[in-house]
T-cell receptor, first 114, second 114 residues
Framework: AQSVTQLDSQVPVFEEAPVELRCNYS??????LFWYVQYPNQGLQLLLK??????LVESINGFEAEFNKSQTSFHLRKPSVHISDTAEYFC????????????FGKGTTLSVSS | DVKVTQSSRYLVKRTGEKVFLECVQD?????MFWYRQDPGLGLRLIYF???????EKGDIPEGYSVSREKKERFSLILESASTNQTSMYLC?????????????FGQGTRLTVV
């Protein structure tokens, strides 16, 4: 079975500051990793994913995450945040074999202020 | 675009009622999931299904059951609704692990049990 720990429940930052949202996972098998975002009063959207290959993955809106197998981490980073990045961010993990569930962390609320 | 449609956005039911939450996806996805989302607890997996008539318990299956008679439809059933089942319920669907896309979510059903 897999599990996900998001180490910060809330992260307040000022606009244009860098941010890192931390995610650690636990699994006895190889995994796929995801970050989802939920903007206020909206549904969940896939932000980025790690399936294989390069350990650094990027989204279209400037976020990136790095898969670190030795530290079982998949932290999300952005060098300069905008007010519009205010949202709840969820890290998720699934096993690589068919028939395994997609498990989410408890979420991190990113609040960007001016 | 993939569409995951949940039958109701808002639902109010009385304690003890049998409640059906319906979810339909239009992309022929093998996997379907039901989660509940509560503040500070993130998304918790109730049940998932990786094929027609197949179901697996998630982390919090007590008080719930599911049905998947057709590939596109996954129903969540609250056998006897209780006030502690007041929550946001999210349905998702996905291709098998390792596909190029992640899970797609419906808009959610906010269930209030009174």
């Amino acid at each position: 079975a897999q599990s996900v720990t998001q180490l910060d429940s809330q992260v307040p930052v000022f606009e244009e500051a860098p941010v890192e949202l931390r995610c650690n996972y636990s699994s006895s098998v190889s995994v796929y990793l995801f970050w989802y975002v939920q903007y206020p009063n909206q549904g969940l959207q896939l932000l980025l994913k790690y399936l294989s290959g390069s350990t650094l993955v990027e989204s279209i809106n400037g976020f990136e995450a790095e898969f670190n197998k030795s530290q079982t981490s998949f932290h999300l980073r952005k060098p300069s945040v905008h007010i519009s990045d205010t949202a709840e961010y969820f890290c998720a993990v699934s096993g690589q074999q068919a028939g395994t569930a997609l498990i989410f962390g408890k979420g991190t609320t990113l609040s960007v202020s001016s | 675009d993939v569409k995951v449609t949940q039958s109701s956005r808002y639902l109010v039911k009385r304690t003890g009622e049998k409640v059906f939450l319906e979810c339909v996806q239009d992309m022929d996805h093998e996997n379907m999931f039901w989660y509940r989302q509560d503040p500070g607890l993130g998304l918790r997996l109730i049940y998932f299904s990786y094929d027609v008539k197949m179901k697996e318990k998630g982390d919090i299956p007590e008080g719930y059951s599911v049905s998947r008679e057709k590939k596109e439809r996954f129903s969540l059933i609250l056998e006897s609704a209780s006030t502690n089942q007041t929550s946001m319920y999210l349905c998702a669907s996905s291709s098998p692990p390792g596909s190029l896309v992640g899970a797609f979510f419906g808009q959610g059903t906010r269930l209030t049990v009174v």
